[in-house]
């Protein structure tokens, strides 16, 4: 997504679900993107990144990677490719947790906020969240997931919100999100514009807690198999605003 400076700063949001400690590495891209075609002038030159967390947590910030925990972030296999992009390894409770990337200084532009589940402990990374200020083009919102490989389907809902965003203070919310669910190969998988559309979908949607407030919001309840997913986040008839988009598994 695009990270602007203020409210605009790009929100990755995760909730560990469980009941053992999970360890995760967040990473916080921007010029290593060049490789997915944006242009380096679109790209956030020097990402940041800052984890917050439950009441009592003290918060981590990282700049560079390479910082404070160079060998440790190396040894996961996942480092990223470029001395300026940022990282932080951790273990945490079970508990709801926001990175927020940002770049340095003043510095905006496209980055990619990341979360890895690093270990097998009781526990999972139950819900996954992005917010950010959503344009049209390459600035659109784009949530990238993926499920483990354990060997069935789990069931899904991604929703698409912005006018509910309003009763947290955001006055430039999306007023009309829409949602694209596609598979690995870019192939459209599930796509919806308003959450209530598909009766039998809004039912299941609604039936797990889900159901967005708004009904201009967006939702889409499917089964996955293991792989890698993407949801895009947009504005409908080329809206642009803030808005969110959440991932969340409900289990087999």
Same mark, same amino acid.
């Given at each position: ?7 605009? !700063?790009?929100?990755?949001g ?5 009941s053992? @400690? $999970? *360890?995760?590495l ?7 993107? &060049?490789?997915?075609g944006? #242009?380096t ?5 020097? @990402?940041t990144?800052?984890?917050?967390? @439950? ?5 981590? !910030? ?17 480092a990223?490719s ?19 990337? *940002? ?16 270990? &097998?402990?009781?526990? $999972?990374?139950?819900?996954? !969240?992005? *917010? ?13 997931? &993926? ?7 789990? *069931?899904?809902v ?7 965003l ?10 009309d %999100? ?27 949607? &609604?039936?797990?807690?889900?159901? #967005?407030?708004? %009904? ?7 089964a ?7 949801a895009?986040?947009?504005g ?15 289990? #087999?």
């Open positions: 997504m695009r990270t602007d400076t203020g409210d605009n !700063s790009a929100i990755g995760f909730v560990i679900s469980g053992a @400690p $999970k *360890r995760v967040i990473r916080g891209l921007g010029p290593s993107l &060049t490789q997915f944006f #242009p002038s679109e790209l956030l030159a020097d @990402p990144l800052e984890l917050h967390g @439950p009441d009592g947590f003290a918060p981590v !910030s990282n700049n560079d990677w390479k910082d404070s925990q160079e060998a440790q972030i190396q040894g996961t296999g996942l990223p470029h001395n300026l992009e940022a990282a932080i390894d951790v273990t945490l409770s079970p508990g709801s947790y926001t990175a927020i990337l *940002r770049g340095n200084g003043i510095g905006v532009g496209v980055g990619l906020v990341e979360v890895y589940d690093l270990n &097998t402990a009781a526990s $999972k990374l139950g819900n996954l !969240s992005t *917010r950010a200020f959503v344009r049209t083009g390459n600035n659109v919102v784009i949530a990238g997931f &993926t499920l483990g490989n354990n060997g069935g389907n789990d *069931r899904i991604v929703r698409g919100l912005g006018p509910s309003a009763a947290f203070g955001i006055s430039d919310s999306l007023q %999100p829409t949602l694209e669910l596609r598979n690995q190969n870019g192939t459209l998988f599930a796509s919806d514009n308003d959450w209530t559309d598909d009766a039998v979908q809004a039912a299941e949607i &609604t039936v797990a807690g889900l159901a #967005p407030s708004n %009904p201009k919001e967006s939702a889409i309840a499917v996955l198999a293991p792989g890698a997913y993407t895009i986040l947009a409908a008839n080329s809206g642009q605003g803030v808005g969110t988009v959440e991932v969340y598994d409900r289990g #087999p």
